[in-house]
């Protein structure tokens, strides 16, 4: 059983990333679709759609949501206002990797 996330600590911006970028994955590995399929399917240039994941692209977020069947501003709060609208222009943390496993590693000291 998981234990109820406290909401009084702070948290990390590129933990909220890798959950964003995870759940988003989960989503195309459920529906059975590849980011190459997206790319083809929606007539993007090859990439498109894995760049997407990482940073703000208007029509790779479009086409992953529409693959997906749901809207873009659900699948990334952190680009999109409440209302939906696209934050423009984009924070600086939405272009910013986030940490690879062997860096998350290194910094918690394993």
């Given at each position: 059983?998981?234990?109820?996330?406290?909401?009084?600590?702070?948290?990390?911006?590129?933990?909220?990333?890798?959950?964003?970028?995870?759940a988003i994955k989960s989503k195309?590995?459920?529906?059975?679709?590849?980011l190459y399929d997206i790319d083809?399917?929606?007539?993007?240039?090859?990439?498109?759609?894995?760049?997407?994941?990482?940073?703000?692209?208007?029509?790779?977020?479009?086409?992953?949501?529409?693959?997906?069947?749901?809207?873009?501003?659900?699948?990334?709060?952190?680009?999109?206002?409440?209302?939906?609208?696209?934050?423009?222009?984009?924070?600086?943390?939405?272009?910013?990797?986030?940490?690879?496993m062997r860096q998350r590693q290194?910094?918690?000291?394993?």
């Amino acid at each position: 059983m998981h234990r109820p996330q406290r909401t009084d600590k702070p948290r990390d911006a590129s933990i909220d990333k890798l959950e964003e970028l995870a759940a988003i994955k989960s989503k195309l590995l459920l529906a059975g679709l590849s980011l190459y399929d997206i790319d083809r399917g929606y007539h993007l240039p090859r990439g498109t759609a894995g760049t997407t994941l990482r940073e703000p692209n208007a029509a790779g977020e479009r086409a992953i949501a529409a693959a997906l069947g749901t809207k873009a501003h659900l699948l990334w709060p952190s680009r999109y206002r409440p209302s939906g609208q696209r934050r423009s222009p984009q924070p600086r943390e939405n272009y910013e990797r986030p940490p690879t496993m062997r860096q998350r590693q290194k910094a918690a000291g394993i």
